[in-house]
């Protein structure tokens, strides 16, 4: 299995950046798909991004396009999300997410195996 660890969140006024980096365990981190998906207070987790083995290939929600993008250093184990022009409605804790040897990139929670903890992100207005 592989594990995975979120960082990067913070408290940021509306119209700013974070960039959230997930580093993952393992020596096969090439071999997994990845994905980022946000929580808010009272509501179901949605899918927000998720990238290909290579970072070839990628997918957003339409809630976000335009302002994140994804991206991975395989030789890192790392996978970053850079979010832009942040709105209030970003607010929420995102988690990584990543499944083995996954060739269709998942946009579903039900695609993903494996679960980072979370982190925080406030967008104040």
């Known amino acids: 299995q592989v594990h995975l660890v979120e960082s990067g969140g913070g408290l940021v006024q509306a119209g700013g950046s974070l960039r959230l980096s997930c580093e993952a365990s393992g020596r096969t981190f090439n071999s997994y798909i990845m994905g980022w998906f946000r929580q808010a207070p009272g509501k179901e987790r949605e899918f927000v991004a998720a990238?290909?083995?290579?970072?070839?290939?990628?997918h957003y929600a339409d809630s976000v396009k335009g302002r994140v993008a994804i991206s991975r250093d395989n030789a890192k184990n790392t996978v970053y999300l850079q979010m832009n022009n942040l709105k209030p409605e970003d607010t929420a804790v995102y988690y990584c997410?990543?499944?083995?040897?996954?060739?269709?990139?998942?946009?579903?929670?039900?695609?993903?195996?494996?679960w980072g903890q979370g982190t925080q992100v406030t967008v104040s207005s």
């Open positions: 997410a990543a499944e083995w040897l996954k060739r269709v990139v998942g946009v579903s929670e039900n695609d993903y195996t494996y």
């Open positions: 990238i290909s083995w290579s970072g070839g290939t990628t």
